[in-house]
């Protein structure tokens, strides 16, 4: 099965600044998906991202927040934008199947 | 639409089994099952995706009874490396094309103590 690479796999961010989140992978596949887990919560999607059309986002989040951009079949990159302490999270992207990558740890002070 | 897991929390020793249960309101097209251990990602089990289907890895097991919309996991003979939060995440049916969208239950907590 296909492997990601996610990065950075933690930060401590300052509220009101932003962070992108990458995740490669090693082979070409069609749909993405971005999740964000909250402290001791389940698992939330974010939002689904195709190639070559704009992410469809679930309920509750926009693309100001989480601009999402997938510019090839291989890769993929989520913005948490304007950060306040309530977007101290796990955000996780997958693969449509069951591969995670392996988190981003977000904390913002 | 988030399924519905039971129980919360399950405390075992070692040697003993547990059944975690994952109920939906919707058609189901497929169940993942997932364990996470404290600050690390998911680790994928296993997915089923017919009705009445049982799946096995070593000494956990899942079903799937689509006309309950259903998938309960059984772990056998638990091990101290069975203990994390269990998830399961559910695709619902999309006129049988699989689209990889999960939402997933609130997790069952399994402690596994010596």
């Known amino acids: 099965s296909a492997v990601i690479s996610q990065k950075p796999s933690r930060d401590i961010c300052q509220r009101g600044t932003s962070l992108t989140i990458q995740c490669q992978v090693d082979?070409?596949?069609?749909?993405m998906f971005w999740y964000r887990q909250q402290p001791g919560q389940s698992l939330t999607l974010i939002a689904t991202a195709n190639q070559g059309s704009e992410a469809t986002y679930e309920s509750g989040f926009v693309i100001d927040k989480f601009p999402i951009s997938r510019p090839n079949l291989t890769f993929s990159t989520l913005t948490v934008s304007n950060m306040s302490p309530e977007d101290s999270s796990i955000y996780l992207c997958?693969?449509?199947?069951?591969?995670f990558g392996s988190g981003t740890r977000l904390t913002v002070v | 639409q988030q399924p519905v897991q039971s129980p919360q929390a399950v405390i075992l020793r070692e040697g003993e089994d547990a059944v975690i249960n994952c109920s939906s309101s919707k058609a189901l097209y497929s169940v993942h099952w997932y364990r996470q251990k404290h600050g690390e990602a998911p680790v994928f089990l296993m997915i089923?995706?017919?009705?009445?289907e049982q799946k096995g890895h070593e000494k956990i097991s899942a079903s799937f009874n689509e006309k309950k919309q259903q998938s309960s996991l059984y772990l056998t003979a638990s091990q101290l490396s069975y203990s994390g939060t269990y998830f399961c995440g559910t695709e619902l049916n999309a006129g049988g094309t699989s689209y990889g969208k999960l939402t997933f239950g609130q997790g069952t907590i399994l402690t596994v103590h010596p």
């Open positions: 997958s693969l449509a199947g069951h591969t």
């Open positions: 089923l995706l017919k009705g009445g």
């Open positions: 082979s070409q596949v069609t749909m």
